[in-house]
């Protein structure tokens, strides 16, 4: 088994290295800190790659059921369009769903995931 512990900011990314990258619930990341990451998991794909991306909505904030409390840190589907422009988008959905993931992400949420393949 081969694996690596690092913090994003400390993480080697290397060019065109993954066939996968998912990013989930990453939500702990400014936007100016959310942006770059967005751009190294985009530069990580080889071509073909795919991306996998689960988060939370702004609408969040009413539920209080897990996720960051700052409208900043959530992602709409306008950001992810945007922020992954560069990709094609497989796959784009805001839906809501009761988790059960343990004690801080539980009840009623309001979640969007993404699958986008590099060009």
Same mark, same amino acid.
């Given at each position: 088994?081969?694996?690596?512990? %690092? %913090? ?6 290397? $060019? ?14 400014? !936007?100016?800190?959310? =942006? ?10 080889? !071509? ?9 909505? !702004? ?6 059921? #897990?996720? $960051? $409390? ?10 992810? =369009? ?30 969007? #995931? ?6």
């Amino acid at each position: 088994m081969n694996f690596h512990l %690092s %913090s994003s900011e400390d993480w080697q990314w290397q $060019p065109a290295h993954y066939d996968l990258v998912a990013a989930i619930f990453i939500q702990f990341a400014d !936007p100016d800190a959310r =942006r770059i990451m967005f751009e190294q998991m985009m530069a990580t794909l080889k !071509p073909g790659g795919i991306l996998i991306l689960q988060g939370y909505t !702004p609408k969040q904030l009413d539920y209080k059921t #897990g996720g $960051p $409390p700052l409208l900043s840190h959530l992602y709409t589907e306008e950001l992810l =369009r945007a922020s992954f422009a560069d990709m094609d988008i497989i796959e784009l959905e805001c839906y809501e769903a009761i988790l059960h993931e343990g004690t801080q992400h539980a009840g009623q949420s309001a979640l969007v #995931g993404m699958i986008a393949k590099k060009r």
